[in-house]
């Protein structure tokens, strides 16, 4: 019977207590709707960033009775590109599974890209609010990093009624489309080609850097120095503010910004909860849908870089699960210990869960030493992982370029 972590129990008996002192409690809203599961198969999918073109150079489609799929990926940003467009960019890829017989694996990017608003009700905000000001200081922009660090649409407040009714709108909008294809293709055994539905990237609470605000893009990257916190718009729609904060604190015997990350956390839970749910109430199987964060927590506080104490995108392992989805994780180097991920999310009833990232060590030279790691990962419970999508300098890139890669992937099927 696998065990929490000291770590992660003990993050979990902190939230609760919490909770139950009204400081901050999670509340993962209920359906009245049924949310379907899979009844033809739960197999293992290997995706690729990559048009299916591509992967017919390499590998062959399997049929629906394989218990193991390779298949290709496409990301939609959520939140910024027209309903209309994404609409037509669905349907596409949806319509290339079918004709091609690979699994399709829909990543639906709602942290990189948001649609522009100057609304303090909508945006996150830097701080509590002031002098009986009704808003705090608005967050103005954000930095992501790409091949170049590049300023983007300010973070949302998860709490806003708007900002939560707008996504609603969306994933309405998309969701029926994913649940009336698989519908169909459940009716001719090939519900195998929807390898999932990822929500989110790397879910949390966007730390904003004050010394970016003036940089144009490309320019150097922010410096950790300058960290300036959001996340007080949210707080504040809890009912949240200064002295409540300090209050918990010395009641509890934690440091205020303690009890903030903890409010925090279970935010954004409820706003991951709000986004997977509303793609299972239009019919998509829990088992297709994942939420997407990083596995930091599963290592022990002293292994977490000194760069990371405060990054708003390391959650507690919990925060990762609900209801409605099985948790997802993007396995970068040195960002997770395997056995502790697994063990955690299996005691939080989630023994099934997806690598939404995955890097190769550097020191897996070899197609051979590449298979034990992809073996590995799945091992321990994974029914999906996704190549083609590192980014650090300590990774070796995951390529179909790369024979090492392929002679892995060709393995990894054969077995």
């Known amino acids: 019977m696998p065990r929490f972590s000291v770590r992660t ?127 705090g200081p608005v967050a103005t922009s954000r930095w992501i990093y790409t091949d170049e660090w590049t300023e983007i649409a300010p973070p949302p407040n998860y709490e806003s009624p708007a900002f939560r009714a707008e996504v609603v709108r969306r994933l309405g909008t998309l969701g029926p489309i994913i649940a009336e294809r698989l519908a169909e293709w459940r009716k001719r055994g090939d519900t195998h080609l929807l390898a999932g539905v990822v929500c989110g990237w790397k879910s949390g609470i966007y730390t904003l850097t004050e010394g970016a605000l003036s940089r144009p893009a490309g320019s150097v990257a922010p410096d950790e120095t300058d960290t300036v916190r959001t996340g007080y718009a949210a707080l504040s729609a809890r009912g949240h503010d200064p002295e409540s904060i300090g209050e918990a604190a010395r009641k509890y015997d934690r440091s205020e910004q303690e009890i903030i990350d903890e409010i925090l956390a279970g935010i954004v839970r409820d706003y991951t909860a709000l986004f997977t749910r509303t793609l299972a109430e239009t019919g998509i199987p829990r088992e297709r849908i994942y939420t997407n964060f990083t596995p930091w927590h599963s290592l022990p506080a002293e292994d977490i870089p000194h760069r990371l104490h405060g990054d708003g995108q390391v959650q507690p392992l919990w925060a990762s699960t609900n209801s409605f989805s099985r948790p997802g994780m993007v396995l970068a180097n040195g960002s997770y210990h395997l056995d502790t991920l697994a063990s955690d999310l299996a005691t939080l009833g989630h023994e099934q869960w997806a690598a939404t990232g995955v890097e190769l060590p550097a020191d897996a030279t070899s197609s051979g030493a590449a298979l034990a790691h992809l073996t590995g990962i799945y091992d321990k419970g994974a029914k999906l992982a996704c190549l083609g999508d590192a980014v650090s300098p300590s990774a070796t890139l995951v390529s179909l370029s790369d024979p090492r890669t392929v002679d892995a992937v060709q393995q990894w099927l054969a077995e």
């Open 9 to 135: 129990k003990l993050a979990i008996i902190v939230f609760a207590v919490i909770s139950a002192a009204a400081v901050g409690a999670l509340v993962e809203r209920p359906t009245d709707r049924p949310i379907p599961t899979m009844s033809l198969g739960d197999p293992d999918y290997l995706v690729f960033l990559a048009p299916p073109d591509a992967l017919a150079e390499e590998f062959a489609p399997h049929g629906p009775a394989s218990k193991r799929h390779v298949g290709f990926g496409i990301t939609l940003y959520t939140l910024s590109t027209p309903i209309e467009l994404m609409k037509s960019e669905l349907v596409a890829a949806l319509d290339k599974a079918e004709a091609t017989r690979y699994p399709v694996l829909i990543q639906l990017d709602d942290w990189n890209y948001m649609f522009r608003s100057t609304d303090p009700e909508i945006l996150e905000w830097t701080a509590f609010p002031e002098d009986g000001s009704e808003f």
